[in-house]
């Protein structure tokens, strides 16, 4: 005998399912043509490069999980429903081919492997949402938000598969199924059904199939109109995500003549990825447990900010889209305008000005996020409209951008004292000889901070010690921009990144080192936009390299040294292992760990402009990396940027520890090399 079973065992007229699922169909897609029409009315962009690539990242991050298995426990249980969910469907479609198609696929070996995989997928899928439950509800977690669609959402996929199971269990005890010992689940079910009647197991199990199929057209009827969306819009984004640099900052065009506004005024303003992203999060939280500003009770949480801009597109999207059509049609510009109108500023009515300073653009919230929001570009196109437009940015940024305008460099010193701080090293120019292999990028804080002047010191001593042939610009270099950029300031950013491509183009550079991890992103990632492309390379790759060509030999050295994961070098750049293998190559060094690090690494407080910036809100975000660094138990604070070394040392001495010392990684090799 085959092994196989009835499909639609006592169950007459079962047709009309395929009525309902037309009307069910209908629902859904009307749905999903409405996000759709929202996200439309963002600004173009292009995401369509790489399809393999992006098929690839839907198959790791989204069958795969790679992301949300971080998280021991969230992980488990969002695996449990994902794949109880995905063995599911895979089952029905198989029955339907069974049955409707024609094609007898559901009988034999792999009836009963499939039989037995549905039993187990279920079993799991029903583990998770009861984990989901007691997590939600039970443990209460700070970043999860309890609202009625997301008890909703677990009770209805709860109900699909408890019926699911009584409903294999009202079909083996009226059947005596032979092969039942292959759906282990529903034979446990089976035996609250032993002893009835034949035909009240066979009532009850109509009813149970109809009301089981309404709960099932019911969950696909109100996929696109709750939390559960994200099933479909998760591995869609997925799809779409950012394969380029991290640092994906558009460039604004300023001889557009068509472009009346240069950054996002309006939600409209945004593009039809940032806007499909606020229908992509599912509040999970992850990007608020990571974020600097909200850990340290800044106004800033990604989650909040997102879901805010979120139910601004949803009430203000109609009156858009209504203002799209009555141009369109040919309406006075005063008609436009007033079917404009209803709040669809982002400034003070969504978003408060001090919640968009408050980013230090980590972008830990961008990787922890196992959708693949963007947030940070959100917050920088804002960051643009407030500058570029309004002129409306703290205070004390008037004085930085004066002095970048002037003098080239954020702190205001003379751009003709640039190359000072090296007149002893016996530094070649290239102005005075360009056959060199590396022009080393020594950036503002190395030329005009007492502190980072050592650090470029030292690289310019180990560099000599390997014999690498370099040169620096001098007082030809200028500012890389990376501040203006990250403030907003895309002029200024432009003017200053421009003359210093001009610069290097002249003098035909090839390959750069740079010291401090943000002008490596800008030199290497964000100056290709404008014409600049250059092999770049950070001081601890090409030091490790060195070590381990033995043209730098390290000797013993007892020192416990606990390192610190730059964002612009870890996150941005995936720069994660070097740094770690030169202090290892280091005799006698031992390397610890804070407790937040690599992808999770906890910033400085500096980034995105905020070096610049007073900190008057919340506690002080480098004192709470310092305090967790020196929780570790060293002796040496190490990092490798000139941002997070002058951050962590005010907040190593904020917290009354003189005797920690914070260094760079080049210090610490110099003092260890033969």
């Given at each position: 005998m085959v092994p196989t079973r009835e499909i639609y065992w006592n169950i007459h007229g079962h047709w009309i399912m395929y009525l309902l699922f037309v009307i069910v169909l209908g629902v859904f897609c009307y749905g999903c043509y409405k996000h759709i029409r929202l996200w439309r009315i963002g600004q173009p962009e292009k995401r369509w490069d790489q399809l393999g690539t992006r098929l690839l990242s839907v198959l790791t991050y989204g069958f795969g999980h790679k992301r949300i298995v971080r998280e021991g426990y969230p992980g488990l249980m969002h695996l449990g429903i994902f794949w109880g969910f995905v063995i599911a469907v895979i089952g029905t479609i198989t029955v339907a081919i069974h049955t409707d198609a024609g094609l007898p696929v559901f009988q034999g070996n792999f009836y009963l492997g499939l039989s037995l995989l549905l039993d187990l997928g279920g079993l799991a899928a029903i583990m998770g949402i009861v984990m989901a439950m007691v997590r939600r509800y039970v443990l209460k977690p700070d970043r999860l938000d309890n609202k009625a669609d997301d008890a909703f959402s677990l009770v209805l996929i709860l109900l699909i598969l408890i019926t699911g199971f009584l409903l294999e269990g009202?079909?083996?005890?009226?059947?005596?199924?032979?092969?039942?010992?292959?759906?282990?689940?529903?034979?446990?079910?089976?035996?609250?059904?032993?002893?009835?009647?034949?035909?009240?197991?066979?009532?009850?199990?109509?009813?149970?199939?109809?009301?089981?199929?309404?709960?099932?057209?019911?969950?696909?009827?109100?996929?696109?109109?709750?939390?559960?969306?994200?099933?479909?819009?998760?591995?869609?984004?997925?799809?779409?995500?950012?394969?380029?640099?991290?640092?994906?900052?558009?460039?604004?065009?300023?001889?557009?003549?068509?472009?009346?506004?240069?950054?996002?005024?309006?939600?409209?303003?945004?593009?039809?990825?940032?806007?499909?992203?606020?229908?992509?999060?599912?509040?999970?939280?992850?990007?608020?447990?990571?974020?600097?500003?909200?850990?340290?009770?800044?106004?800033?949480?990604?989650?909040?900010?997102?879901?805010?801009?979120?139910?601004?597109?949803?009430?203000?999207?109609?009156?858009?889209?209504?203002?799209?059509?009555?141009?369109?049609?040919?309406?006075?510009?005063?008609?436009?305008?007033?079917?404009?109108?209803?709040?669809?500023?982002?400034?003070?009515?969504?978003?408060?000005?001090?919640?968009?300073?408050?980013?230090?653009?980590?972008?830990?919230?961008?990787?922890?996020?196992?959708?693949?929001?963007?947030?940070?570009?959100?917050?920088?196109?804002?960051?643009?409209?407030?500058?570029?437009?309004?002129?409306?940015?703290?205070?004390?940024?008037?004085?930085?951008?004066?002095?970048?305008?002037?003098?080239?460099?954020?702190?205001?010193?003379?751009?003709?004292?640039?190359?000072?701080?090296?007149?002893?090293?016996?530094?070649?120019?290239?102005?005075?000889?360009?056959?060199?292999?590396?022009?080393?990028?020594?950036?503002?804080?190395?030329?005009?901070?007492?502190?980072?002047?050592?650090?470029?010191?030292?690289?310019?001593?180990?560099?000599?010690?390997?014999?690498?042939?370099?040169?620096?610009?001098?007082?030809?270099?200028?500012?890389?921009?990376?501040?203006?950029?990250?403030?907003?300031?895309?002029?200024?950013?432009?003017?200053?990144?421009?003359?210093?491509?001009?610069?290097?183009?002249n003098y035909r550079v090839k390959k750069i080192i740079a010291s401090c991890p943000h002008c490596y992103n800008t030199l290497k990632n964000e100056y290709p936009q404008l014409g600049g492309n250059f092999q770049v390379v950070h001081h601890t790759e090409l030091l490790k390299q060195l070590i381990k060509e033995g043209k730098l030999q390290p000797e013993g050295q007892g020192m416990k040294v606990v390192y610190h994961d730059s964002c612009y070098l870890g996150r941005y750049n995936n720069i994660y292992d070097e740094p770690r293998e030169i202090l290892t190559a280091v005799p006698n060094v031992t390397?610890?760990?804070?407790?937040?690090?690599?992808?999770?690494?906890?910033?400085?407080?500096?980034?995105?402009?905020?070096?610049?910036?007073?900190?008057?809100?919340?506690?002080?975000?480098?004192?709470?990396?310092?305090?967790?660094?020196?929780?570790?138990?060293?002796?040496?604070?190490?990092?490798?940027?000139?941002?997070?070394?002058?951050?962590?040392?005010?907040?190593?001495?904020?917290k009354g520890n003189e005797e920690i010392q914070v260094l760079d990684l080049a210090e610490i090799l110099l003092k260890v090399i033969k």
């Open positions: 009202l079909r083996i005890a009226g059947t005596g199924d032979l092969w039942a010992a292959w759906t282990p689940v529903g034979q446990a079910a089976s035996l609250l059904f032993a002893g009835l009647p034949q035909e009240t197991i066979i009532k009850n199990f109509q009813v149970f199939w109809w009301g089981h199929l309404i709960l099932a057209f019911l969950f696909i009827a109100y996929l696109p109109y709750g939390k559960l969306f994200h099933i479909l819009t998760g591995p869609i984004n997925q799809f779409f995500r950012n394969l380029g640099p991290k640092s994906n900052v558009p460039l604004i065009d300023f001889e557009d003549e068509n472009l009346k506004s240069f950054g996002a005024e309006k939600i409209q303003d945004f593009t039809w990825k940032q806007l499909m992203d606020t229908d992509v999060c599912i509040s999970c939280g992850r990007c608020q447990d990571n974020c600097p500003a909200y850990l340290t009770e800044k106004p800033l949480s990604p989650k909040t900010l997102g879901q805010a801009l979120k139910s601004h597109l949803h009430a203000a999207g109609g009156e858009i889209i209504a203002a799209d059509q009555t141009e369109e049609a040919g309406a006075g510009a005063q008609e436009a305008a007033a079917a404009m109108e209803g709040g669809t500023f982002l400034i003070g009515d969504v978003v408060e000005p001090d919640t968009i300073w408050s980013c230090t653009t980590c972008r830990s919230c961008e990787e922890q996020c196992p959708v693949f929001v963007e947030h940070v570009n959100r917050i920088i196109e804002i960051r643009r409209y407030l500058t570029l437009m309004e002129s409306d940015f703290p205070p004390e940024l008037q004085v930085i951008f004066r002095n970048m305008e002037n003098n080239s460099n954020p702190w205001g010193v003379g751009w003709a004292n640039r190359a000072d701080w090296a007149k002893e090293l016996e530094v070649t120019k290239l102005a005075e000889s360009s056959e060199v292999e590396y022009l080393y990028w020594v950036g503002c804080a190395g030329s005009f901070d007492d502190r980072n002047k050592k650090v470029a010191t030292a690289v310019i001593k180990l560099l000599q010690k390997a014999g690498i042939a370099f040169a620096i610009l001098g007082t030809e270099e200028q500012c890389c921009g990376d501040s203006a950029r990250g403030l907003g300031n895309e002029n200024l950013y432009q003017t200053m990144a421009m003359a210093n491509i001009e610069t290097m183009n390397l610890v760990e804070p407790e937040r690090n690599r992808e999770r690494s906890f910033c400085c407080g500096a980034g995105g402009g905020r070096m610049w910036m007073e900190e008057h809100l919340g506690r002080r975000i480098n004192e709470e990396r310092a305090e967790e660094a020196i929780r570790a138990g060293s002796d040496v604070i190490a990092t490798a940027c000139p941002f997070c070394l002058t951050m962590l040392d005010d907040g190593a001495k904020a």
